[in-house]
């Protein structure tokens, strides 16, 4: 028959005693338990502009988990997503979690995603294998207001992060031309449509020592559909660091940006020549803005 103790030494005694072995195989399995996490996930895009996160069963240890996504300059501010357990008997098969675009919020900014135990209130953050963005960059908004965009990366030390973006009303500038005397935008404007609400185009002088403190206006012409177009001249523009922004003349403008698409810190690929001292950019936020020397 199976023993019913198991027998420890106790060196402070010198004495062997006999321990239930119940009690030893519950010691182990709680040591097991309460092992490190080491989550590992791959995502991808779904149809609706949502995330799905493919969690490796290989570093969860425990019966239950939950994905967290956590601001990353708002702590405060976090979701809790249930990780589900694989599908059928295959345990090399992912724990999943969806955030769903339609039924989710998330605030501008970054976002960690960690996968929590609640057993024991163990939090690691996920590692990233793999984070595909490609079912992006056919997908638009979602109709309506606010207009919020998604995109899944990597960061620098490896780990799996989302940013968002959040905006009552958001301009995309698809095509950004920097001619000779002129820079000219088109795009599209998303969660306003076309109701005259922004009919112009302003240039807001960024904040500096002599700089010019006067914004600069020019006139939207309306395209097809919701598309949009303007120009500014070089010769409008005193030297300074200029935003570019769709509003009234009175009121709060919207910037002008590139959020679209599959690609985070667009400062660092979308890059444009500088002409007689002017030259357009697009900043970490993805915001467009013009540098004239």
Known sequence: ????????????????????????????????????????????????????????PTGLIGGAFTLTVTHRQHPADQLRVPLRPPVGDDPDQPWTAELDRSTLSLAEGRWDLHVVRPSDGARRRVVCRYAEGRGLLTLRPRPGSPVGWWIPYPTVDGYLALRAWQRPVHPEAEEIDAGQDAVTVRGTLYGGGRTGALPTAIAVPRAREGGATEPITAPVTWLDDDRFSFTLRYADLPPGVWDLTLGPTTGDPVRVGRLLGDIVDRNKTDLYPQRAGVRPYLTKAGNLAIHRI
Do not use: Q, Y
Request: hydrophobic share 35%.
């Open 1 to 56: 028959p199976a023993p019913s103790s198991a027998l420890v030494h106790r060196p402070d005694s010198g004495r062997t005693v006999r321990t239930p072995l119940l009690a030893t195989l519950r010691g182990k399995v709680g040591r097991l338990i309460r092992k490190p996490l080491h989550p590992t996930a791959s995502c991808r895009i779904t149809p609706n502009g949502g995330l799905l996160v493919l969690v490796e």
